[in-house]
């Protein structure tokens, strides 16, 4: 079994609550999957368990005890379980599932932040793309690509720009987003999963709202080796930020095919670069038009981003 599948196992063969302690005992005790040892075990199945929150998976439910403690069951199991700590008296649980948050709810925010820096972005969905039931494909997608265009004064300095190394006329960039990165786990997880899916770009970001400070020496250790960088959003996007720049690296053509030929939506991004790039100079500001109305849409106010963040549950820093 793969790990998802032992928890989920042993949630329906413990039929109540309980915690990741005691999901790892009964996942060992019945074989259902192997371990390097009880640290990295407990450690391992305590995140993945986060990931089903984290992901929106339905399927896995949890409530936090006032120790903090967190308890999962399967979603089947949620009325029954509401109902039996009730009876331990209704201050004793916290129901953490109303008023959480998507990874997918932050998009809006770092579209954003990216469109206010010049940016144009789009989010890419694997669920649109091609054999997208295969998890392996997962770790080629972006969750959000942008280009920006060098700009200047003058359209014969583009124009120029162009004709002497068109590399220099604009930049594309590869997002991975994740809510939270609180330990050596996630941001492992996290970090290597932006950089395969960053590996065609010319930048590759891993972007997160919540981070374990303690985990910055090593966020700096791995962009000096690997390149990615990191931004810390914000739901504030005038505060968000980038911590740690990425690397700049030549764009991987084959990769940029592979990701053209699964996915409709990258193909027509890049397709649109393409356009800008080598169209005479009468017809730029029209593609770029286009370009801009395919891409995501940008909140125009602080106002339109409180509304959004009070209706998702992000929490908002007005400060």
């Not at 931004?231 to 053209?260: C, G, H, M, Q």
């Not at 109305?293 to 981003?305: L, N, P, R």
Request: net charge neutral; glycine share 4%; aromatic share 12%.
């Amino acid at each position: 079994m793969t790990i998802k599948e032992s928890i989920l196992k042993s949630l329906e063969d413990i039929g109540k609550s309980a915690t990741s302690n005691e999901i790892y005992l009964n996942i060992l005790n019945n074989s259902y999957h192997e371990f390097e040892d009880e640290e990295s075990g407990k450690s391992t199945i305590s995140s993945v368990l986060g990931d089903f929150i984290r992901e929106g998976d339905t399927r896995v439910n949890r409530i936090k005890s006032e120790s903090n403690f967190f308890y999962y069951f399967l979603n089947k199991f949620s009325k029954k379980e509401m109902a039996r700590h009730t009876l331990f008296g209704e201050s004793l649980f916290e129901d953490i599932t109303t008023g959480k948050f998507y990874e997918r709810d932050l998009h809006p925010l770092l579209t954003t932040y990216l469109k206010r820096n010049n940016f144009l972005s789009k989010t890419i969905f694997h669920e649109n793309s091609d054999n997208e039931k295969d998890n392996h494909q997962k770790w080629i997608h972006p969750d959000i690509i942008s280009v920006k265009f060098t700009k200047f004064n003058r359209e014969s300095s583009e124009t120029f720009l162009k004709a002497v190394n068109i590399n220099d006329a604009f930049k594309i960039s590869s997002y991975e987003i994740k809510k939270e990165i609180l330990t050596d786990y996630d941001l492992k997880k996290s970090y290597f999963q932006a950089v395969s899916n960053s590996s065609w770009a010319n930048y590759g970001y891993l972007v997160a709202i919540n981070i374990n400070n303690g985990l910055m020496d090593e966020i700096g250790r791995l962009n000096e080796s690997f390149g990615i960088g990191l931004i810390l959003l914000d739901s504030n996007t005038e505060k968000t930020r980038v911590v740690f720049p990425a690397k700049y690296k030549k764009l991987d053509i084959k990769t940029i095919d592979k990701l053209s030929l699964v996915n409709k939506d990258f193909e027509t991004f890049i397709k649109y670069v393409e356009d800008i790039l080598s169209a005479d100079k009468k017809y730029v500001k029209a593609l770029e038009k286009e370009l801009t109305s395919f891409c995501d849409k940008e909140f125009k106010t602080d106002k339109e981003v409180l509304s959004y963040c009070k209706k998702k549950n992000i929490p908002y820093s007005e400060e």
